[in-house]
């Protein structure tokens, strides 16, 4: 693991939670994206060399909606980056940790990532990601 690259939020109203978070980090978000694959519409906060991301649902399906429902607005995940995530997928499969996903796949913000089940990281739902490879 490189650093935390991001700390992942779940939210109801993502243009009320932006101006929420402007005000509070002192500068407006850098970019807005939705990932159909997900369900969410993304928005990203720069503090420091870490990242703050707003996630709102797009549908009921959605991860984000089903823990907005069950756990109200908050963190939803912390995420590390890596070098590569599957062969960091491999290595932590091989300590012993539940994974959501058994090879990475596209995110938001130009990663690729993947999910650690929160069963094996003290209850903490967990992302890695890297940087996309140019094709």
């Not at 300590?95 to 003290?122: M, Q, R, Y």
Request: hydrophobic share 35%; with cysteine.
């Amino acid at each position: 693991m490189q650093k935390i690259e991001h700390i992942g939020i779940a939210v109801k109203d993502i243009e009320e939670s932006n101006e929420r978070f402007k005000k509070l980090l002192g500068s407006a978000h850098y970019k807005m994206e939705e990932v159909e694959s997900e369900g969410v519409i993304t928005s990203f906060f720069k503090i420091g060399d870490v990242k703050i991301e707003l996630l709102q649902a797009t549908s009921e399906n959605s991860a984000i909606h089903k823990h907005i429902e069950k756990r109200g607005e908050g963190i939803h995940h912390i995420a590390f980056a890596v070098h590569d995530v599957n062969s960091e997928l491999e290595r932590l499969k091989n300590e012993g940790f539940e994974t959501i996903h058994s090879e990475a796949k596209d995110g938001a913000d130009g990663k690729v990532i993947a999910f650690l089940h929160p069963k094996s990281t003290n209850k903490v739902l967990t992302e890695i990601c890297a940087d996309k490879q140019p094709k």
